[in-house]
């Protein structure tokens, strides 16, 4: 056997087994550059931070500005102002990180919870290393696995996230890529991405084991709005009480 190395599993759990494996940002805008999503991000910390102290730090402008023109963000897992951005991503801003779990289970709960707009949901896993290294051009789109040991919103811990980010290289500026448009290209080898789908006809079923568990809104979210969803899910749709 091989001394390789092999990534941890992840899942991500959609509504809708139609879906293509997108992040908020993609539906917005696709191949925003680094430097203008940085600049929406560097506004967006300063109206922030005129209402609470998020006490995270990002880059400077001159400094963003100097790490993306030399190349010089350094090895991943790091970004620049990654654990702002996921703190955004937690609040709904339009992020390119695309958010996973550790847990199979919490991923269910996304896939199940809210409204499903199709016959089926589907849940992804996700795999970076099998084994082997990774090669790539600037010019191809490529993903990376970012770390989960940050200092952030709550929630990322409580839902055991993680995130990817895809990027590239088009007209010379480091852009943001897609991750649906990798995945179809089925690169063997490496970022092995699956899916699976499961009939909407389960739904009930799988919440209220889930609940059992305590996977829910608000084991997840730990708002009060989270806790009267909770409270109303078991009264009114699974009977758990």
């Not at 919870?113 to 795999?127: A, H, L, Q, W």
């Not at 970012?146 to 010379?172: A, N």
Request: aromatic residues 14%.
């Amino acid at each position: 056997m091989g001394n390789g190395h092999f990534s941890n599993i992840l899942y991500r759990g959609q509504a809708c087994s139609l879906w293509g494996i997108d992040s908020t940002l993609d539906r917005k805008e696709k191949y925003i550059t680094m430097k203008n999503c940085y600049e929406k991000i560097w506004f967006a910390k300063k109206l922030i931070d005129s209402f609470q102290d998020t006490n995270l730090i990002i880059p400077t402008r001159k400094e963003f500005h100097e790490l993306v023109t030399n190349n010089k963000w350094g090895a991943f897992p790091e970004l620049p102002g990654y654990e702002f951005m996921a703190y955004l991503r937690h609040h709904g801003f339009p992020s390119p990180l695309l958010d996973w779990t550790r847990s199979p289970f919490i991923a269910s709960f996304f896939a199940f919870n809210g409204d499903i707009c199709s016959e089926k949901v589907s849940i992804f896993s996700y795999m970076e290393y099998l084994g082997g290294g990774k090669t790539w051009s600037d010019s191809d789109p490529h993903i990376h696995a970012l770390g989960p040991y940050i200092k952030t919103h709550k929630r990322h811990h409580l839902q055991q996230s993680e995130y990817t980010v895809c990027l590239q290289t088009k007209d010379r500026h480091v852009v943001y890529g897609s991750h649906d448009e990798f995945f179809k290209q089925n690169i063997q080898g490496k970022d092995v991405v699956e899916m699976v789908t499961i009939p909407v006809t389960e739904k009930q079923k799988v919440l209220k084991k889930l609940d059992k568990m305590n996977i829910n809104s608000f084991s997840l979210f730990g708002t009060e709005d989270a806790l009267i969803e909770t409270i109303t899910t078991r009264m009114f749709e699974l009977e758990n009480f």
